[in-house]
């Protein structure tokens, strides 16, 4: 996994960010450590990590706290993350099967991040700001897969 942003600056929302102590599911406090230790969030009354959905925090920290999971904890820890994201972050409201989703990946990547203040994203003028790499679908005639 790559850890390091495309260009500075860029933030992603508290919704996303939550996904870290979501897919660490019991341990939430070593989740929340490496939160705080990146200084996303504050440290809440139990000690675990307040996000807050609606906050913008630092993507190059972020993806700290994943490099620091990965080499710690582990890869298995990563991909239970990733599998969390979906729970946790905004997707757009015309996704309504496993097309549409995939298909959406790219636009709900940008939806959960901002670059110099403004979203990434802007569904009602469809435009999208470059920094940050893009998701791609592509499916495959005759089979049900996608590539």
């Not at 929302?13 to 996303?16: A, L, P």
């Not at 019991?26 to 989740?31: E, I, N, P, R, V």
């Given at each position: 996994m790559e850890y390091e942003a495309f260009e500075k600056g860029i933030e992603v929302?508290?919704?996303?960010v939550w996904a870290i102590v979501d897919g660490f599911k019991?341990?939430?406090?070593?989740?929340s450590q490496y939160l705080l230790e990146e200084k996303i969030g504050e440290r809440g009354e139990t000690g675990v990590a307040v996000v807050?959905?609606?906050g913008w925090y630092s993507q190059e920290a972020w993806l700290r706290v994943f490099k620091k999971i990965g080499t710690s904890v582990g890869d298995s820890v990563l991909f239970q993350i990733g599998a969390s994201i979906p729970r946790n972050a905004?997707?757009?409201?015309?996704v309504t099967d496993v097309h549409s989703a995939i298909k959406s990946i790219d636009i709900a990547y940008h939806m959960n991040h901002r670059k110099g203040g403004e979203d990434m994203f802007d569904p009602t003028a469809g435009k999208m700001l470059e920094?940050?790499?893009h998701y791609g679908y592509e499916g495959v005639a005759g089979k049900n897969k996608i590539v």
């Open positions: 929302n508290g919704q996303t019991a341990f939430t406090l070593l989740a807050r959905p609606d905004k997707f757009p409201p015309w920094g940050i790499g």
